[in-house]
C-alpha cells in the first residue's frame, strides 16, 4: 500500500491521533499476533498429522477450504496491520497514516470473501452431514461430487455477494485502516447489510445443526435397528456431528458476536469523537482471534478422530472372538493338568483322603 497525502489537515490529525493511541494499536498487535498464531498452528497441524483425517471425502473438501478462508482472512489482517505499524513507526508526517482507497481494495475484498466463504462453509457442512444422514447406508459409498459442489457454490456465492458489496468504491475516499469498513461512505451500508446476511446464515446453521442432531437421535437408530451396515454408518455420522460442533458453533458464535457489535456500535458515531470511534472499532474487531481459535479447534478436531481410529482398531483387536479365544485356550490348559493328575492318581494306590477336585473331569 502507497502513503499519500490529504488534503484536509484535520483527517490528518485525527488519522494519527487515533493511530497512536494505545487503544489502537494494542487491539491491533493482538489481532496480528493471532492472525500469524493461525499459521503456526496450520503448519503444526501438518507437521503432526498431515491433514490426515478419518472422514467422508464431501467432509474433507469442506473442512480444507473452512482452513482456507481462516488462512486468508489471517494474511489479510498481517498485511493490513503490518502496513499500519511500519506506519506509526516510521511516518514523518500526519497524513502519512491515510490511504486512499484502491491502496486498500484488494485486502479489504479479500477478508470480505473470507469472512463470507467461513460462513457458506459451515453451512456446508451442515448440509453435506444432514444428505448423510440421509443416505444412510448408501453415502460412504459415493465419490466427492457432492463435496464439490458445496465447496463451488461457497466459492462462487462468496465472490458474488463480496462484489456486488464493493462495486460502488469510491476512490478518492481517505481510509486509516483497510478494515475501517464504517468510515467508507460509498460501502459501509453495503458491508453491513452483507454483514447481517451472515449473521442469519450463522443462525440458520444453529438452527439446521441442533435439528439433525436431535432427529438424529430420537429417528435414525429406530430406523436401522438390525441393519448393521447402516447402523455403524450411523454411529460414524454421529462421531462426525459431535466433534465437529465446537468448530461450527464457536466459529458462528464470534462472528455473529462480531457483527452484532460492528452494527450496533455505527450508531456511536454522533456519540464519541473520530478518534475514540475508531479505538472503538479497533477494539470490537475480533475476526483474527476467530481464525485462530478455529484453526486451534481443528488440531484437537484432526487430534480426536486420530483417537477415534485407534480406539476403534483396539477395539477389534480385543474383540470378543479374541477373548473367546484365549478362553477356550485357559480351559484347555486346566483339561490337560487335570487329566494328567487323574492319570497319576488312577496309578497310585487308592487313598481315603479327601477326593481331588479335578475327580469330575
Known sequence: MTRTQAYNSSQCSDAAEAVRGALYLVPSFFNTCSAAGTFFVFVYIYIRFSFRIYYHINAKILIFLNMMSFLSISLATLINYGTLFINALLATDDCDFLFLTPSCSFIRRMFLFSIMLTTLTHASLTLERAYATYQLGAYEKTGPRLGLVLGGVSLVGAVVMVTATTSPENSGEMLTNCFAFSSSPSIGDNVYNMFRLQLALEIGTWVMYFILVTYHKMKVRQQVEGHLADRFQAIENMIVLRQLRPLILIS??????????????????????????????????????????????YYYLFKWGFQEKKKRMEDTLTSPLTERKTHMQQLQEQWNDGFRIKELESQSPRTNGPPSKYASV
Open 252 to 297: 458462528s458464535a464470534i462472528i455473529g458476536v462480531y457483527i452484532i457489535f460492528s452494527s450496533t456500535g455505527r450508531f456511536l458515531r454522533s456519540v464519541l469523537s473520530l478518534t475514540h470511534y475508531k479505538q472503538f472499532a479497533s477494539i470490537i474487531f475480533v475476526m483474527p482471534h476467530n481464525a485462530f481459535i478455529s484453526m486451534t479447534l
